[in-house]
């Protein structure tokens, strides 16, 4: 079974965070090998702030020999995807999809089945727009995004996979109102005992919590790139085997 890397909040842009992730992608290259046994997913924050020109080129830029070493890659958007963090752009939606799947189509839950895994990727920054909502830098999936998931896990489509859902915000520690994902009460509903691996970032913590709502591998990704100067070193990467 694929092996998953877990980076997120790269936040370039923002100090040495791009010098950071380049680092990153050549530690990848040289020690994870062969890239056919991994898939690297990113949960959101690619960039510092998405109103630079070029932001998200970037990171893709940065993240391009990975691509070219022939890594599979994942990633959702995060709040600073959309904005500067704190004041969401709806135009950003539609950019983000363009820039890293080349297609403004496609919808979240957004679903890659790799070998006998069904990583599901979810957009928590989904419901922020509204006039009031999209200050701050909580999180929301909204009703339509949370319809669609219980529909996907309740059906037959991936029965006997694996299930890794992935997303930006973390789902249970908001550390306060101005950061939480805000439905995350029906999501925990939804999930609960149903899928096997859960990946966020926002805290840039970098914890882990072993069977949190029946999920044997529930991690906070910290800020690979190590902005915010967190209080212990930053978790850089994770390699996970499920
Ligand atoms: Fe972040």
Excluded at 28 to 48: F, L, M, R, W
Excluded at 68 to 93: C, I
Aim: overall charge neutral; proline content about 4%.
């Amino acid at each position: 079974m694929k092996k998953i890397i877990h980076l997120s909040d790269l936040h370039v842009g923002y100090e040495n965070c791009g010098v950071n992730l380049e680092k990153i992608v050549n530690e990848i290259i040289a020690h994870y090998q062969p890239a056919s046994e991994y898939v690297v997913v990113i949960t959101g924050d690619t960039v510092d702030d998405a109103k630079q020109k070029g932001a998200y080129e970037k990171t893709l830029a940065i993240l391009s020999p990975l691509k070219k070493a022939k890594y599979q890659m994942l990633v959702v958007p995060g709040n600073h995807d959309y904005g500067s963090g704190g004041l969401g752009d709806e135009k950003f939606v539609r950019l983000f999809k363009i820039a890293y799947f080349g297609d403004e189509n496609i919808s979240y839950p957004k679903v890659d089945v790799i070998d006998n895994i069904a990583f599901i990727g979810l957009d928590s920054m989904a419901a922020t727009f509204g006039f009031f909502d999209r200050i701050g830098a909580d999180g929301e999936l909204g009703k339509q995004q949370l319809n669609a998931l219980e529909k996907l896990l309740a059906g037959h489509e991936l029965a006997g996979k694996k299930k890794v859902i992935y997303l930006h915000h973390h789902p249970f520690d908001g550390k306060g109102k101005a950061h939480m994902l805000k439905d995350y009460k029906k999501f925990k509903e939804i999930v609960e005992n149903k899928i096997d691996c859960l990946l966020f970032g926002h805290n840039h913590d970098g914890n882990q919590y072993p069977d949190v709502w029946g999920i044997p591998y529930c991690y906070d990704g910290s800020s690979s790139t190590g902005k915010s100067a967190p209080k212990k070193p930053a978790t850089k990467m994770r390699v996970i085997e499920l």
